[in-house]
């Protein structure tokens, strides 16, 4: 398996039309040889939006299945549309590292429309991030992706329940100007570590998707996760959250989790 590549500015630098290596922004959390899940869901939504460029549709929704474990080395991204269509269309997207797909993401594209004199129900405002204080997220988790995050947390945040703001100074792709939905969409996944119910050096609750539902296309800046984790009985959690950004609630993200406890480690 080939080391991440050591790039101070970006998770990702391009090798060619469709195939990208992560740096060492891109490390996970829950291995050393593994990319983080929440650059790995930006770059492909980056790569959706470019395969979709000109269509004058929006990206309202979009679905990923983790496969496996995505390894540390360059990955290739290929896109197929589903379901042409000039108002509603579907697209796929898959990752593959070494010749294995490890990722399949499908998005559902829509033609916008003026329905401002009907929009409603969505939940009220976080607090902006200037009144949350600074969370050291390195403090609970490992990874050069969790390094390179900055993010605030609300002070009642409790297990299980939390808000928070986060940003990134990073470029996504290095040299490569990037929409505002794949820059929000690559900090989403974060969300299943930021109201953690156990610790994880003690348990084991990685995600096997990420759904993401949008009502309004989010701008710039930084992505505000109210977030709620649920864990069954018989070893299945979920991760659940409103998503904003600094003008408001834009829609709504889950994750389904593998809940497992880790055997205790030997002196």
Do not use: C, K
């Amino acid at each position: 398996m080939a080391a991440l590549v050591d790039d101070a500015g970006s998770y990702y630098t391009r090798v060619d039309a469709t195939r990208f290596t992560p740096t060492v922004h891109a490390g996970g959390a829950w291995r050393d040889d593994e990319q983080h899940f929440a650059p790995v869901s930006g770059l492909i939504t980056h790569v959706l939006e470019q395969a979709t460029a000109g269509s004058g549709l929006v990206i309202s929704r979009l679905t990923f299945e983790i496969l496996g474990v995505i390894g540390a080395s360059e990955s290739q991204v290929l896109v197929e549309v589903v379901r042409p269509g000039r108002t509603i269309q579907l697209v796929e997207a898959t990752m593959s590292v070494a010749g294995r797909a490890v990722v399949r993401a499908r998005a559902w594209l829509l033609a916008p429309q003026d329905t401002a004199v009907v929009a409603g129900g969505a939940p009220a405002p976080m607090p902006p991030p200037a009144e949350f204080p600074v969370w050291h997220a390195p403090e609970v988790w490992p990874g050069g992706y969790i390094a390179s995050i900055e993010a605030r947390r609300s002070p009642d945040a409790e297990p299980g329940r939390a808000q928070v703001w986060l940003s990134t100074p990073l470029d996504l792709v290095a040299g490569e100007p990037v929409g505002a939905l794949a820059r929000f969409v690559g900090l989403v996944d974060t969300a299943n570590g930021v109201a953690v119910r156990q610790q994880p050096g003690e348990w084991m609750f990685p995600n096997l998707d990420l759904s993401v539902h949008l009502y309004r296309q989010p701008v710039a800046g930084s992505v505000g996760l109210d977030t709620s984790v649920a864990f069954g009985p018989d070893g299945v959690g979920l991760t659940s959250s409103a998503l904003h950004d600094e003008r408001g609630p834009v829609g709504r993200a889950e994750q389904i989790l593998t809940v497992r406890p880790l055997p205790p480690r030997t002196p």
